[in-house]
């Protein structure tokens, strides 16, 4: 048996409520990347942060544009996200250590550090503490920036949430297939629940007729799913095509 394994072209038709609490990463169109905002319970640290976000294949939200602002804000605008005034984490940080609050910050990507939308006073090392990390705040539901220390000596500053960003969809799944000498395909991928898939092929890559291989939508169950095709002979070679959303078109 022929075995060929490809990494799915996803498209996620994600659909979430501004200011309500995401179920799940939602795509931005102004760079295709995808976003979440994590609530945990109790506190937890920047360094902590970034290495759930790591952990989960992405990395601290770096924003880099006023619009890209607006988007990731309205993710975070509810109060399940903020202790008090102090906002979710972002994957801006402040090194080498410097006496200019203003000065040495970068994002965790390495991107420029060109865009900031500072609260106003901000950054200030308030109170003289080396306030070296990036958060929303310093106020109830704010969609500006302030900075803060990992562990303030206040608790009550302690962030409870913290913004991860993908390049990618995090929730697309690796589509195998493995085509017999009978040339009868066989597609698998694995299912997460409350999702909802949809093979599609065409003859060519570059191209925008793509064509379902069954018109129904497959509903995920977090199990292990799998669909034929039958290839004839001399037919033009089929490129597949695996859409995964929230919620199937109607």
Not at 134 to 143: H, I, K, M, Y
Not at 205 to 231: K, Y
Request: proline share 7%; hydrophobic share 40%; charged share 10%.
């Amino acid at each position: 048996m022929r075995s060929i394994i490809l990494r799915t072209l996803a498209i996620a038709l994600l659909i979430t409520s501004p200011g309500l609490a995401s179920a799940s990463p939602v795509s931005w169109s102004g760079n295709g990347h995808f976003y979440d905002v994590i609530s945990v319970p109790g506190t937890i640290t920047w360094e902590a942060a970034n290495a759930a976000a790591i952990a989960a294949g992405g990395y601290l939200a770096t924003i880099t544009s006023q619009a890209e602002n607006d988007f990731v804000f309205l993710l975070v605008n509810n109060a399940t996200y903020w202790h008090g005034s102090s906002g979710p984490w972002l994957g801006g940080y402040q090194s080498p250590a410097t006496q200019q609050p203003n000065a040495n910050w970068n994002w965790v990507t390495g991107e420029a550090w060109s865009y900031t939308n500072w609260q106003s006073g901000q950054p200030n090392d308030s109170g003289g503490k080396a306030e070296d990390k990036l958060q929303f705040g310093f106020a109830p539901l704010a969609s500006t920036w302030n900075d803060i220390m990992s562990i303030d000596p206040t608790p009550a500053y302690w962030p409870i949430a913290y913004v991860v960003e993908w390049d990618h969809d995090p929730l697309a799944p690796r589509l195998e297939i493995r085509c017999s000498q009978t040339e009868l395909c066989e597609l698998c991928w694995q299912t997460a629940t409350n999702r909802f898939y949809q093979l599609l092929y065409a003859s060519a890559l570059a191209t925008n007729l793509w064509v379902p291989l069954h018109t129904n939508w497959v509903s995920g169950d977090g199990t292990r799913h799998c669909e034929t095709d039958a290839i004839a002979a001399g037919s033009p070679v089929k490129f597949y095509r695996l859409l995964s959303t929230n919620a199937p078109p109607q």
